[in-house]
Every structure is written in C-alpha cells, then in structure tokens.
C-alpha cells in the first residue's frame, strides 16, 4: 500500500492503519511462559504484550469511525483477512496465529501502529484501569459463548484464576443458571462468589454431583477427567485452559452419551464491543480484579508479581 501525504507534508500512515499510544498493559500467564522461554509461538527477546488500552494518536486514510483521542482496545489478533477462517468472520482461527506479543510485535512500547480494524473505540468515560481489563473479558465473552445456550442451566467452572472468574461473570451477564465452582485458592472461591457463582469448593468436595456443562480452564490431565465425568448425557465440556501437552480423553462415555467437548481460542472482533459494552454498563466491573498497578520502571517487577498465585490481574502503567 502506498505512503500518503498527511496534512501536515509529514510521511503519514498506511491507508487503513492507526497509531496509538499505549496506556495499561495487561500481563497474561502466556506473557509469563514466553518470559520463560516456554510458548510455542514466541521467544524472547521479543516485545510482550497483547492486552491493552491505547489512545488513538494519528489516523491513516480510509481509517473510517476513528479519530485522532479516542480511547481504544486493541484486538492483537493481526489475521491475514482473506484465508477461509478469516472470510468466515473467525480471525481467530487465521492460520499461522499471528497475535500481538508473540508472532507479531507487542503492545509493550510508548507508540505505535495498527490495522483499522483491530482498533475499538471504547467510551472516554471508563477508567483506564478498567479498560485495560477488557481483553481478558473478551476471552470470557467468547469461551461463555462456545457453551450451547441448552447446556447452561446447570454449570461447572473448573479453576478459577483470572479467566475463570471472568467466565463466571459473563455466564452471569449471559443469563446461566447455576454456577458452581472449583478452586483451590480460598480467596479466590471467595472472590468466585462475589463475581455471582452460587456455589466454590475446593477440588475434592464434590460428591457424585453432574452438570449439563463444565468450563476446563486449567486443562490438565486431573481436571479433564473431571470434566468428561462431571458432564450430563448430551451435555458439554469447553476447554478454555491452555495444555501443555497431549492429553486422554475418556472417549467411550463421551462417545455413547454424545458428550460433546469442545473449545474456546481467544476471541471474534464482536467480543470486544460486548466486553466493552459489560464494562461501560457496570455489569462487568474489573476493579477488583486488578489487584497491582506498577509503573513502567517498573515493570520487572510486574512481571515477578503476575507470577505470584494471589495477584489475579497485573498492570503495566506505559504512559498517562
Ligand atoms: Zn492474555
Ligand atoms: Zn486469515
């Protein structure tokens, strides 16, 4: 695409493209394993970073709807538009995965520049420490939806760190029936509660209990088995934790009982306008789940923080 000429005579964006100026950064347990050296899809050194609020500080042309102060989350999706998944309306499923912060450059800067379409603008009202959360409530928003509206009478949550406490609310929001929860952490059970689960207990406290659908959001082997046993005839599981490895499935009850197991990766564009719609409207209130802010000197010192088992969501403070 050729370079046009802004206002200004300065060299200007690419047609179609936006800059912006990171605000908050979000830090993801994926952030932490590609710190390690462990995520499949990206090595350090590399520019972290895929859950953020930005401003919109210059618009490319053809950029329709945006201007340049407005408040923004950014999809890090960055999917080549034109394969089937991508014409289907599933960016998420565009094959190689080409996501902000692994594959493609990261939100972790003071500037920089993004597809149009990436970009949704976002009321200037909202705290910026709230819309720094919208991402993960995206990833609820979505998981939430991959669960069939006939299985969500009677559900099961299975972990329930920063995603799974965002699932249970979006269920909530989605108009579930009763939620139950597993989760070691008794504040976070705790927190499970305020967030609208009826029920927490820890793991081992069920009895022969099942549930028309199950959310794995750890995705080991031990909460897999308990999801495809937990789970009625007919019912389903979604997996929304990210596994490790291989791993076995109890397929000749899953099988005879048409248990369906299912999945949940990322998100669609939609579920940022309704993540950001539930925060605007209170529905979906971050603050508590933010539990450090730090500056971006900072920011090594995040990163030791979101390791720690009770921080739930750490943010990064990249510019005001
Ligand atoms: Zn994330
Ligand atoms: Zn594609």
């Given at each position: 695409?050729?370079?046009?000429?802004?206002?200004?005579?300065?060299?200007?964006?690419?047609?179609?493209?936006?800059?912006?100026?990171?605000?908050?950064?979000?830090?993801?347990?994926?952030?932490?394993?590609?710190?390690?050296?462990?995520?499949?899809?990206?090595?350090?050194?590399?520019?972290?970073?895929?859950?953020?609020?930005?401003?919109?500080?210059?618009?490319?042309?053809?950029?329709?709807?945006?201007?340049?102060?407005?408040?923004?989350?950014?999809?890090?999706?960055?999917?080549?538009?034109?394969?089937?998944?991508?014409?289907?309306?599933?960016?998420?499923?565009?094959?190689?995965?080409?996501?902000?912060?692994?594959?493609?450059?990261?939100?972790?800067?003071?500037?920089?520049?993004?597809?149009?379409?990436?970009?949704?603008?976002?009321?200037?009202?909202?705290?910026?420490?709230?819309?720094?959360?919208?991402?993960?409530?995206?990833?609820?928003?979505?998981?939430?939806?991959?669960?069939?509206?006939?299985?969500?009478?009677?559900?099961?949550?299975?972990?329930?760190?920063?995603?799974?406490?965002?699932?249970?609310?979006?269920?909530?929001?989605?108009?579930?029936?009763?939620?139950?929860?597993i989760e070691p952490d008794p504040a976070k059970r705790a927190f499970a509660g305020r967030l609208g689960a009826d029920r927490c207990v820890a793991p081992g406290e069920l009895r022969?209990?099942?549930?028309?659908?199950?959310?794995?959001?750890?995705?080991?082997?031990?909460?897999?088995?308990?999801?495809?046993?937990?789970?009625?005839?007919?019912?389903?599981?979604?997996?929304?934790?990210?596994?490790?490895?291989?791993?076995?499935?109890?397929?000749?009850?899953?099988?005879?009982?048409?248990?369906?197991?299912?999945?949940?990766?990322?998100?669609?564009?939609?579920?940022?306008?309704?993540?950001?719609?539930?925060?605007?409207?209170?529905?979906?209130?971050?603050?508590?789940?933010?539990?450090?802010?730090?500056?971006?000197?900072?920011?090594?010192?995040?990163?030791?923080?979101?390791?720690?088992?009770?921080?739930?969501?750490?943010?990064?403070?990249?510019?005001?």
């Amino acid at each position: 695409m050729s370079v046009q000429e802004s206002p200004e005579g300065d060299c200007a964006l690419d047609r179609g493209d936006v800059r912006i100026a990171p605000q908050y950064l979000g830090i993801c347990g994926s952030d932490l394993h590609v710190l390690a050296g462990g995520h499949p899809f990206a090595q350090p050194p590399t520019v972290p970073g895929h859950e953020v609020c930005a401003i919109v500080t210059e618009v490319g042309p053809g950029a329709e709807g945006i201007a340049v102060g407005d408040h923004a989350v950014i999809d890090p999706i960055m999917a080549c538009g034109h394969c089937r998944a991508c014409r289907s309306g599933r960016p998420n499923l565009c094959e190689p995965p080409n996501v902000a912060g692994f594959r493609a450059p990261g939100f972790a800067r003071t500037s920089h520049v993004v597809p149009a379409r990436n970009v949704h603008i976002a009321p200037k009202d909202v705290a910026w420490t709230d819309l720094a959360f919208t991402e993960p409530a995206t990833c609820a928003r979505h998981s939430a939806g991959r669960m069939p509206e006939d299985c969500r009478d009677d559900i099961l949550v299975i972990g329930a760190g920063t995603i799974g406490l965002s699932i249970v609310r979006a269920l909530r929001i989605m108009g579930a029936g009763k939620l139950t929860v597993i989760e070691p952490d008794p504040a976070k059970r705790a927190f499970a509660g305020r967030l609208g689960a009826d029920r927490c207990v820890a793991p081992g406290e069920l009895r022969s209990e099942t549930f028309s659908g199950v959310f794995d959001v750890v995705a080991a082997q031990t909460t897999l088995n308990e999801a495809c046993t937990r789970v009625i005839a007919g019912g389903t599981v979604v997996v929304m934790g990210v596994p490790n490895g291989p791993r076995e499935i109890p397929l000749p009850s899953m099988q005879r009982f048409e248990r369906t197991l299912t999945s949940s990766g990322m998100y669609q564009p939609g579920d940022f306008d309704d993540a950001i719609e539930w925060i605007r409207s209170g529905a979906f209130r971050p603050g508590d789940l933010v539990t450090d802010v730090f500056d971006l000197d900072d920011a090594a010192r995040a990163y030791e923080r979101a390791k720690e088992p009770d921080s739930i969501k750490v943010l990064i403070h990249i510019a005001d």
